[in-house]
């Protein structure tokens, strides 16, 4: 292929509903889109930093400052292109894997439009349509909590996720098992307990958790295998899994019994299915984390949901879950599943109209 040039395009995307972590509240994604386009075909990748370096280093406008001096450049003087170049063409920047992986992702579309391949096929999907659980943010009340526990059951999630932090852990989890019994359940901490919580935590083990996502900070791999040794709920790492290295790593050390899967937290779709691939190696289930996508984010989060390993609903919620309007044709749950998109590429593309009216700014990168 050869590369024409990028665009990078700002969409500010207001959500349903405030969304609480423990990282603060969003109520609107302010998302960096690009769009690369070669002789031949273009597309698509979303960028999922947020506005502020909360979750993790990267923010959006760092990202695009990123791709535009450094990333962007690097990849037009590669002596070749394809999704496979994007990687090595990248290696010299350290970090910045969320701008690297929307970068590497708009390759990897145009790459497939061209040819005609659907992303789920080029990944090694093996399921047409995939399970689909809810992440639920910290709210302002137990009885607000179980009516949207209960709104998403009602509207088929197969797995339900409660966002958890010191003084909402125990009888938020407590009141949502004893009000909807045996439900999938599973909670997220965002890394706000310290290895000191270990007791605390424990108390959460009578209620049979599928899990307890990231409790302690993310470069605390040591922390996260004591505490494991500690409590009989599975403990599962989101954010200290940066790469395939990193998966082997904690599970050698016993840190990690699943694994939660976030293609721009490790730099890309090829990366995502490398730690899959570890961790079916290994015996380790994974699922697919989200990150408030658009429909263009999160239709190759259920293309790569699709593949074996994948053994828990992840958090590939319906469009309408967080946004009254999508970017693109929305997805909708049906029988608690979302279908793999079939086509080229992605398999999706942004609704023009949408786009226009969604986006506050555009840059062209000519090549």
């Known amino acids: 292929m050869r590369l024409e040039g990028v665009e990078l395009r700002r969409v500010t995307m207001p959500l349903v509903a405030p969304f609480r972590t423990s990282?603060?509240?969003?109520?609107?994604?302010?998302?960096?889109?690009?769009?690369?386009?070669?002789?031949?075909?273009?597309?698509?990748?979303?960028?999922?930093?947020?506005?502020?370096?909360?979750?993790?280093?990267?923010?959006?406008?760092?990202?695009?400052?990123?791709?535009?001096?450094?990333?962007?450049?690097?990849?037009?003087?590669?002596?070749?292109?394809?999704?496979?170049?994007?990687?090595?063409?990248?290696?010299?920047?350290?970090?910045?894997?969320?701008?690297?992986?929307?970068?590497?992702?708009?390759?990897?579309?145009?790459?497939?439009?061209?040819?005609?391949?659907?992303?789920?096929?080029?990944?090694?999907?093996?399921?047409?349509?995939?399970?689909?659980?809810v992440s639920v943010g910290i709210m302002s009340s137990i009885g607000e909590l179980l009516d949207a526990v209960g709104g998403y059951l009602e509207a088929g999630y197969r797995r339900i996720k409660l966002k958890i932090e010191p003084g909402w852990d125990v009888e938020p989890v407590r009141a949502v098992r004893e009000h909807f019994g045996d439900v999938p359940l599973q909670v997220d901490a965002n890394t706000a307990y310290l290895p000191s919580d270990a007791r605390h935590l424990a108390r959460l083990d009578p209620f049979g958790l599928l899990l307890i996502e990231q409790p302690l900070d993310e470069e605390d791999l040591l922390g996260h295998a004591e505490l494991a040794r500690r409590i009989s709920t599975p403990v599962c790492l989101d954010e200290s899994i940066t790469s395939a290295r990193t998966a082997a790593a904690a599970i050698t050390l016993g840190a990690a019994a699943i694994v939660n899967v976030k293609p721009g937290r490790?730099?890309?779709?090829?990366?995502?299915?490398?730690?899959?691939?570890?961790?079916?190696?290994?015996?380790?289930?994974?699922?697919?984390?989200?990150?408030?996508?658009?429909?263009?984010?999160?239709?190759?989060?259920?293309?790569?949901?699709?593949?074996?390993?994948?053994?828990?609903?992840?958090?590939?919620?319906?469009?309408?879950?967080?946004?009254?309007?999508?970017?693109?044709?929305?997805?909708?749950?049906?029988?608690?599943?979302?279908?793999?998109?079939?086509?080229?590429?992605?398999?999706?593309?942004?609704?023009?109209?949408?786009?226009?009216?969604?986006?506050?700014?555009?840059?062209?990168?000519?090549?």
């Open 23 to 133: 990282f603060g509240t969003e109520t609107t994604r302010d998302v960096l889109l690009v769009r690369v386009v070669t002789g031949a075909a273009e597309g698509w990748g979303e960028c999922v930093a947020m506005s502020g370096p909360l979750y993790s280093p990267e923010y959006t406008e760092a990202a695009a400052d990123v791709l535009r001096r450094f990333l962007i450049p690097a990849l037009a003087a590669a002596p070749r292109l394809d999704a496979y170049a994007v990687g090595p063409a990248l290696t010299p920047f350290k970090g910045h894997r969320m701008a690297k992986a929307a970068l590497e992702t708009a390759v990897l579309d145009a790459e497939l439009r061209e040819q005609g391949r659907p992303l789920a096929r080029e990944l090694g999907a093996v399921h047409e349509r995939v399970p689909c659980g």
């Open 266 to 367: 490790v730099g890309g779709y090829l990366e995502a299915r490398r730690i899959h691939d570890v961790c079916v190696a290994h015996g380790v289930p994974v699922w697919c984390g989200g990150m408030l996508e658009t429909g263009l984010g999160r239709a190759a989060n259920v293309a790569l949901a699709a593949l074996p390993g994948f053994l828990l609903p992840g958090d590939t919620s319906a469009s309408d879950r967080y946004y009254r309007t999508d970017l693109t044709a929305p997805f909708v749950l049906h029988d608690g599943h979302l279908p793999v998109p079939a086509g080229p590429g992605l398999g999706v593309e942004p609704l023009p109209e949408v786009l226009r009216e969604v986006s506050t700014a555009t840059e062209w990168i000519a090549l």
